[in-house]
Every structure is written in structure tokens, then in C-alpha cells.
T-cell receptor, first 117, second 109 residues
């Protein structure tokens, strides 16, 4: 496997279900991100993990719960979602430099298309 | 996050034509990035710009980092059908990327 891998590619879940999205990066990067992509909206940053520590949570509802057990794996745990949470969820990774910037932008996975019914 | 205004929202062109799209912001960025997203896939990095005034090419793609550090443009020359997709600009603050809403490009043979 190379790059950033996301599973599953598609997920349909009921509002009372609990599910998890998985992301794995094979690039040796030290930061990982969750983005939400809805139709006609910019990509919305949800969570940032730098060196496994959560450094940003952009006012995301508690029904989304991230987990970063190590620098290569990132999960997004979902429970009691709403239909408006249906979207493409993208994971990305990057190499954060000692200066605080990043090297060569983010590498994105192919995303999980989530439909909440 | 900071808002990036990307235009045009969509373009419908014929194969062989040149394309130009741009991105502006009220905030200064130290790095501008351009991504392309194909249907059902994640965005893929096309060009990264690190200095104000920088002009960078990647094949038929050329992008520039505006002097004011608040804008950037992307040009595609001699478009081909596989250029179809959504093009996003992104500005970097620290290690957080802020994205524009994207320009949807359709190319007819």
C-alpha cells in the first residue's frame, strides 16, 4: 500500500448506528487530518493531529469522535448521526516541519462517501 | 478558517483551449497550493507556491503566487479531456490548509 488509504469507500448508516472510518498513511508523515466535503461547500477541516496529539477541533459536534493511536493511523468514530452529516469524509497527512510549516502540502486519501438514512 | 474566494465557479470549454482560474483572500498566506479532484477521489496536489511573485510550471499547468500574498492564479494550456475535474486553491496557515470552493472544469472533445 502506498499513500493514504481510507476504508470503507462507501458507508450507509442509520441515525442510531455506530460506525468508524479508518485512515492509514504509508508516507512517514507526522500529522493527519479529517476533512468533510459537502456539495457546494469548501472542504471543512474537522480535526488535526500533530505527533498523535489533537491540536485542532473546529467546533465539530460530539457525535464525531476522532482517535489517533499512532502517527500512521487515524479513526473517525460516528454515532447518532443526522442526515445532514452525509458527505465525503477525507483523510489527509502531511509532514510538519520544525519551523511549523509543512512540506509539499497534504496527501489526501480517496475518501469515504457517507450516507446517513 | 479563513475564506478563499475562487472563480469562476465552473467553466465549460473546448479541447485545445487555454483555461485560467484564480483565488483571492482577505488574509495573507505564506504558501499557496493548487489541487485537482476527480470524481470519487480525493484531491491531488498539482502545484505548490512558496514565495510571493513565484511562477511555477508543471507540464501544461502554470501557477503564480501573487505579490500581495493574498491571491494566486492557475493556468492550463491546450486543455485535453482528462483535465476535467474540480480545481481547488488552498492557502496555508501554519500547518492548516484553507480551501476555496473549487472551479469545476468541463472539456468537450
Amino acid at each position: 500500500e502506498t499513500g493514504v488509504t481510507q476504508t470503507p469507500r462507501h458507508l450507509v448508516m442509520g441515525m442510531t448506528n455506530k460506525k468508524s472510518l479508518k485512515c492509514e498513511q504509508h508516507l512517514g508523515h507526522n500529522a493527519m487530518y479529517w476533512y468533510k466535503q459537502s456539495a457546494k461547500k469548501p472542504l471543512e477541516l474537522m480535526f488535526v493531529y500533530n505527533f498523535k496529539e489533537q491540536t485542532e477541533n473546529n467546533s465539530v459536534p460530539s457525535r464525531f469522535s476522532p482517535e489517533c493511536p499512532n502517527s500512521s493511523h487515524l479513526f473517525l468514530h460516528l454515532h447518532t448521526l443526522q442526515p445532514e452529516d452525509s458527505a465525503l469524509y477525507l483523510c489527509a497527512s502531511s509532514q510538519v516541519l520544525p519551523t511549523g510549516g509543512i512540506d509539499y502540502g497534504y496527501t489526501f486519501g480517496s475518501g469515504t462517501r457517507l450516507t446517513v438514512v | 478558517g479563513q475564506q478563499l474566494n475562487q472563480s469562476p465557479q465552473s467553466m465549460f470549454i473546448q479541447e485545445g483551449e487555454d483555461v485560467s482560474m484564480n483565488c483571492t483572500s482577505s488574509s495573507i498566506f505564506n504558501t499557496w497550493l493548487w489541487y485537482k479532484q476527480d470524481p470519487g477521489e480525493g484531491p491531488v496536489l498539482l502545484i505548490a507556491l512558496y514565495k510571493a511573485g513565484e511562477l511555477t510550471s508543471n507540464g501544461r499547468l502554470t501557477a503564480q503566487f501573487g505579490i500581495t500574498r493574498k491571491d494566486s492564479f492557475l493556468n492550463i494550456s491546450a486543455s485535453i479531456p482528462s483535465d476535467v475535474g474540480i480545481y481547488f486553491c488552498a492557502g496555508l496557515t501554519g500547518y492548516a490548509l484553507n480551501f476555496g470552493k473549487g472551479t469545476s472544469l468541463l472539456v468537450t472533445p
